[in-house]
């Protein structure tokens, strides 16, 4: 889900730039000084998600986990993600550097949207933590499609059909994703609850 | 005082760190998807062909070829197995530069030089040029890259860190 050099028109790339900027900035300036360590490790395997492919049918997918990224970082997650895409771009060639602005706010953007609507749920009983958590995974990929169809609609001028083509594409990802992070919010929980974000709350 | 006590929480914390970077030892390809056309002149026709790094064909993928000022001279569409071939334009006076959109905001281009094209007229072949060219392109990511890589994300939060407690104590020291 990375778009290359030259896809994207200057205006939408310098706007993307400019969010990128503004959400990092938020997301340092919020970063609790206990959990760097978790940041970087989220960012690490952020970073090493999209090697991981999975053969499905004839099609290969790769993961993406800024479901979980976000989930459990919040605004950090900004941050976090521009650091890995970045090393993405200059040590995998994906993307590029013109359009790193806007590949950040498609992950990015969405991570912190299922923080605010699905982590609140993390605190309730395993079932409805493992439920909550595969909807953000799930719906972090899903949100993330629908922000590239956004931006590809400026150069291929027909929204609807690119997005449902994103969409089909992705439709593994969002399964897995969703199951991937159902189970790994779990596991945290049970082992790691202070990974997972405001803990007062659990106790 | 240097405190060799670890307590639970550096525990799970090293116990996650593990967790998440066995994610390196599973035996998968280190390949994503980026995309890739390469291009050969073989007695007077231009064939290309087109794929992603996970080794699969780009289907109708949209092809440009465009001339040194970048004039579109003619557009296709890449086969089931990614190729796409034309005959050379008359009276063709410069390189090419062929544009693979791959659709997804995926793109690739490849520059194919005036003097394989003239040896193409004269019935040679450039095709062993050709991917050797891209032979070199293609560069899959290896181990080394995704350890440097991890380290320097560590190495960034680290300074990150190091910078929000400067700014603390400053703070702190202040009242």
């Known amino acids: ?203 | 005082m240097i405190s060799i006590v670890i307590s639970g929480t550096k525990i799970k914390r090293i116990a996650l760190m593990i967790l998440l970077f066995s994610i390196l030892l599973f035996p998968v390809n280190l390949l994503a998807h980026k995309v890739y056309v390469f291009a050969w002149a073989e007695n007077g026709t231009i064939f290309t062909e087109s794929k992603f790094s996970s080794s699969k064909w780009v289907k109708n993928g949209k092809i440009f070829i465009q001339d040194e000022k970048g004039k579109v001279l003619l557009t296709g569409v890449t086969h089931n197995n990614g190729t796409f071939s034309f005959k050379i334009p008359e009276n063709l006076q410069s390189h090419l530069i062929i544009k693979l959109d791959a659709g997804m905001g995926h793109k690739a281009e490849w520059k194919l030089d005036f003097d394989e094209i003239t040896q193409a007229n004269k019935g040679e072949s450039s095709k062993a040029t050709a991917e050797k060219k891209q032979e070199e392109k293609i560069k899959d990511p290896s181990i080394v890259n995704v350890i440097v890589g991890i380290l320097i994300i560590f190495v960034f939060f680290l300074f990150i860190a190091f910078y929000n407690k400067k700014l603390l104590n400053n703070k702190n020291d202040r009242k």
């Open chain 1, 1 to 203: 889900m990375h778009i290359s050099e030259g896809v994207l028109s200057g205006q939408i790339m310098a706007a993307g730039g400019v969010l990128a900027i503004a959400g990092t900035a938020i997301g340092l300036k919020n970063i609790d000084y206990d959990k760097i360590v978790n940041i970087a490790i989220l960012s690490s395997a952020f970073f090493v998600a999209s090697l991981i492919h999975v053969n499905i049918g004839p099609s290969s997918v790769h993961l993406i986990l800024n479901g979980i990224v976000g989930i459990l970082l919040g605004w950090a997650a900004f941050p976090a993600i521009l650091v890995a895409l970045l090393l993405q771009v200059v040590f995998f060639q994906y993307g590029g550097l013109t359009p790193l602005g806007v590949n950040t706010v498609i992950m990015a953007v969405p991570a912190i949207f299922v923080y605010y609507v699905f982590s609140p749920f993390i605190w309730k009983s395993y079932k409805i933590t493992f439920t909550a958590s595969f909807f953000a995974g799930a719906f972090s990929v899903f949100f993330s499609a629908i922000l590239l169809g956004s931006a590809l609609y400026l150069t291929e001028k027909n929204f609807l059909e690119v997005t449902i083509l994103i969409l089909g594409a992705h439709l593994p990802v969002i399964i897995i994703e969703g199951i991937i992070t159902g189970f790994c919010v779990t596991f945290f929980k049970k082992v790691y609850p202070e990974i997972l974000p405001n803990l007062q709350k659990l106790e």
